[in-house]
Structures are given as structure tokens and as C-alpha cells.
């Protein structure tokens, strides 16, 4: 059984920071290109951050230089350090993992998420 799971939000004021942590079993993690996404109340779900199997990494432009994305091959775990955080980061944060087969079969996973609140 494949399972996700994110721990490290709370609530916290604005310029603190956070590090979310996902947890993954169940799957070959090294091979699965994982990701960040969030969703605030009212809006679309959007990708926060991604990094590849092969450590390469993506920001949206709202968090480009604030937070970073990370990988532990050995713990089968993803991070996202989220610093100088805004009210506007508030959101559930979700982990995704996602395995494109070379024959086109997409594998896609995602966590139960972890809420984030930014006090302003």
C-alpha cells in the first residue's frame, strides 16, 4: 500500500519559518520526481515546488527565494523549508509523487495534506 503522509505545519507569524516533512512507503522513492503543492481556502490548488528523481528543482515565482525543497533518497522522505513566511502562504500544503513510465503509464500519488497559517 502506498502511503504519503505531511507533518510540520502549524500556525505561526508572519517572517517565522517551517519545515514540512513527507514521508513516503510503499513506493521505489527514488525513482518518483516529488512535489509541493498547496490550496488556500477559496482557490486552486498550485504547485509550490518540485525536484526531480535526479535532484533537479522548481519554484513557483510567489516563493522563489524563500522556500527550498529538498529530498532524502535514504529516509524515502521529501522537505520543504519555508522561510520569511506571509500571510499569503496560508494553505493546506499536499505531497505528490509522481512516476512517468518509459511506455507512458503515469503513477501519481498524493498525502492527506497539512494545514499552514500565517498570522499577519
Known amino acids: 500500500q502506498v502511503q504519503l503522509v505531511e507533518s510540520g505545519g502549524g500556525l505561526v507569524q508572519a517572517g517565522a519559518s517551517l519545515q514540512l516533512s513527507c514521508g513516503t512507503s510503499?513506493?521505489?522513492?527514488?525513482?518518483?520526481?516529488m512535489a509541493w503543492y498547496r490550496q488556500a481556502s477559496g482557490k486552486q490548488r498550485e504547485l509550490v515546488a518540485g525536484i526531480t528523481s535526479g535532484g533537479s528543482t522548481n519554484y513557483a515565482d510567489s516563493v522563489k527565494g524563500r522556500f527550498t525543497i529538498s529530498r532524502d533518497n535514504a529516509k524515502n522522505t521529501v522537505y520543504l523549508q519555508m522561510n520569511s513566511l506571509k500571510s499569503e502562504d496560508t494553505a493546506v500544503y499536499s505531497c505528490?509523487?509522481?512516476?512517468?513510465?518509459?511506455?507512458?503509464?503515469?503513477?501519481?500519488?498524493w498525502g492527506q495534506g497539512t494545514q499552514v497559517t500565517v498570522s499577519s
Open positions: 505528490n509523487a509522481r512516476y512517468e513510465r518509459d511506455w507512458g503509464r503515469i503513477l501519481d500519488y
Open positions: 510503499g513506493i521505489i522513492f527514488r525513482n518518483f520526481a
